[in-house]
Nanobody, 124 residues
Framework: QVQLVEAGGGLVQAGGSLRLSCAAS????????MGWFRQAPREEREFVAI????????SYTDSVRGRFTISRDNAKNVVYLQMNSLKPEDTAVYSC?????????????????WGQGTQVTVSS
């Protein structure tokens, strides 16, 4: 069983920045594809960013590309999401997820483990 714990959410003004982190338990973190997803009120969960096991491959949804950066530190079992130039439409609960087979996909249901989520609110 893998436990994921997010941190770093909060309230920020439009144009500001936040850095989310997600700490994973266990020794197999470096074998997982990691993803960030978000869910706004009354909306479906959507893919935000993913990163390969080594960190060499990343992918972003179009609405955040160029503003958000996903990274990971396998020595610390942590994945990050640096969010810059935040917009009110980025307001959501952000969750990290782990996919244990190492295959890079953007569909949420294929991820095996999920954190509890952290609220990000961007005011206009």
């Amino acid at each position: 069983q893998v436990q994921l714990v997010e941190a770093g959410g909060g309230l920020v003004q439009a144009g500001g920045s936040l850095r989310l982190s997600c700490a994973a338990s266990g020794r197999a973190f470096s074998t997982y594809v990691m993803g960030w997803f978000r869910q706004a009120p009354r909306e479906e969960r959507e893919f935000v960013a993913i990163i390969s096991r080594s960190g060499g491959i990343t992918s972003y949804t179009d609405s955040v590309r160029g503003r958000f950066t996903i990274s990971r530190d396998n020595a610390k079992n942590v994945v990050y999401l640096q969010m810059n130039s935040l917009k009110p439409e980025d307001t959501a609960v952000y969750s990290c997820a782990a996919k244990t087979d190492g295959i890079i996909v953007t569909t949420a249901f294929q991820y095996n483990y999920w954190g509890q989520g952290t609220q990000v609110t961007v005011s206009s």
